[in-house]
């Protein structure tokens, strides 16, 4: 499984979709039959899922709680947010993958796997979200708050 870190999915029969916007007054591109959207039940095209881990365990100093998400962060540029406490941490990626299930499944061994390489906290994990891309634009659409207002990078909480 490749991860997204673009926040576009691959078109099929291409490379990775590249996101630009048009300029003033100029009308953007529009869909032909040759690229179809890609539904739901099509299993066949990956698609991109919004995940949210969360772990937990006894309280660690700061500078190493931080030291390991930085260093999980630049083994795997596919982070967006890490945020932290001594005995707490939330992550927060697109990863990309098939279905729900492969998507969470990758989540879940995300930290045990990474621990010792990363010098990560031996937390448990003790949450998991994952939704896919529409539904995540759906839910700021919808007017619930949007995420928390953290730049890209690993950060207190």
């Known amino acids: 499984m490749r991860r997204g870190s673009s926040g576009t999915p691959p078109r099929p029969g291409a490379g990775a979709l590249r996101l630009a916007s048009p300029r003033a007054g100029e009308p ?24 949210t881990l969360s772990v937990e365990g006894e309280s660690r100093p700061l500078d190493e709680v931080r030291g390991g998400l930085e260093q999980l962060a630049h083994d795997h540029p596919f982070l967006l947010t890490s945020r932290y406490a001594a005995d707490h941490a939330e992550i927060r990626y697109w990863e990309e993958a098939r279905t729900l299930h492969d998507a969470a499944a990758v989540a879940l061994r995300l930290w045990g796997e990474h621990r010792g390489t990363a010098g990560l906290p031996p937390w448990e994990i003790v949450g998991l979200e994952v939704i896919d891309r529409e539904t995540y634009r759906r839910r700021f659409a919808d007017g619930r708050p949007a995420p928390p207002a953290a730049p890209i990078g690993v950060h207190p909480l």
């Open 28 to 51: 953007g591109p529009e869909r032909t039959e040759a690229e179809p959207r890609p539904h739901r039940g099509d299993l066949a095209t990956p698609r991109l899922w919004h995940v």
